[in-house]
């Protein structure tokens, strides 16, 4: 998959319609287009087809995005700009990773299946939720700061940044969605419960802390509220596709998040790990 390019003058996707919305970052319609190019792209890699509601999702991540810049104070363009382009290091690791790297490792089988799980619970969901979150409340004008997620421990997990969804939903934020866009944003909802049986923040943990035993086809699982259960490797693989058609619309949004902050405020100049 073509990812970014860390040039000199800055990181850009070698895309057109990362370019398109880069030169008018207001511009909602280029917007959705790169959204949708990334979540496709992402799900190609994955060999899992696209849903429809999800176009509804990227509208709504569209139009918080499109908020989001008129809100910005210049404190808040400092702050974000250091997080993305030095803060990542410490902060987030897999920030400017290609998907590509997180869907497919090295394997096959049930226990490639927990680690694509893994990865992407932790490497694209976490993050983005609280990214997602935070502009959520910045575009309704709420005055908040955007914090770091360590990428190195699992103590935070997902509930805090589940929690600033549901509570962003729960309070009608942002105030201007339609009735397409929070079909949308329920829909993104849905795609983050993986398990009938247990939440997905135990699963990240579970998998994190590698409380988990491999026998044959099956996997026990000992999730700290819901407790311990044995899975079949078609269970897991409902697991994995719930994970990557989720990571695909983060992914996505990730993108447009990325464009829009270039757009409004310059390129990034992304200090590369030693």
């Known amino acids: 998959m073509r990812w970014f390019k860390f040039k000199p003058e800055g990181a850009a996707l070698p895309w057109k319609e990362w370019e398109q919305l880069v030169r008018d970052p207001e511009d909602m319609t280029a917007s959705i287009a790169l959204g949708m190019k990334a979540y496709r792209d992402c799900l190609r890699a994955a060999k899992i087809a696209p849903d429809k509601e999800a176009a509804g999702t990227i509208t709504a991540f569209a139009h918080i995005l499109h908020h989001t810049l008129d809100e910005m104070s210049e404190e808040r363009w400092q702050l974000l700009?250091?997080?993305?382009?030095?803060?990542?290091?410490?902060?987030?690791?897999?920030?400017?990773?290609?998907?590509?790297?997180?869907?497919?490792?090295?394997?096959?089988?049930?226990?490639?299946?927990?680690?694509?799980?893994?990865?992407?619970?932790?490497?694209?969901?976490?993050?983005?939720?609280?990214?997602?979150?935070?502009?959520?409340?910045?575009?309704?004008?709420?005055?908040?700061?955007?914090?770091?997620?360590?990428?190195?421990?699992?103590?935070?997990?997902?509930?805090?940044?589940?929690?600033?969804?549901?509570?962003?939903?729960?309070?009608?934020?942002?105030?201007?969605?339609?009735?397409?866009?929070?079909?949308?944003?329920?829909?993104?909802?849905?795609?983050?419960?993986?398990?009938?049986?247990?939440?997905?923040?135990?699963?990240?943990?579970?998998?994190?802390?590698?409380?988990?035993?491999?026998?044959?086809?099956?996997?026990?699982?000992?999730?700290?509220?819901?407790?311990?259960?044995?899975?079949?490797?078609?269970?897991?693989?409902?697991?994995?596709?719930?994970c990557l058609k989720a990571c695909a619309l983060l992914m996505a949004f990730r993108v447009m998040f990325l464009a829009s902050v270039t757009g409004e405020s310059g390129l990034l100049r992304v200090s590369q790990s030693d």
Not at 188 to 200: F, G, Q, V
């Open 81 to 242: 700009r250091w997080d993305l382009q030095e803060g990542w290091r410490q902060e987030e690791l897999g920030l400017w990773d290609a998907p590509d790297t997180l869907m497919r490792p090295a394997g096959d089988g049930i226990l490639s299946d927990l680690l694509i799980v893994r990865n992407c619970l932790d490497r694209v969901v976490r993050p983005e939720i609280y990214r997602l979150a935070w502009c959520a409340f910045v575009s309704s004008g709420r005055d908040t700061r955007l914090r770091p997620v360590d990428s190195r421990t699992s103590k935070s997990g997902l509930i805090c940044p589940l929690m600033l969804l549901e509570r962003s939903r729960r309070e009608e934020l942002p105030p201007f969605l339609d009735d397409e866009e929070k079909e949308g944003m329920e829909f993104l909802m849905t795609s983050l419960r993986l398990s009938d049986w247990a939440s997905t923040d135990e699963m990240l943990s579970v998998l994190s802390e590698q409380k988990y035993v491999l026998r044959a086809n099956k996997v026990y699982m000992d999730y700290y509220v819901s407790g311990g259960r044995w899975s079949d490797r078609g269970e897991v693989a409902k697991w994995k596709e719930g």
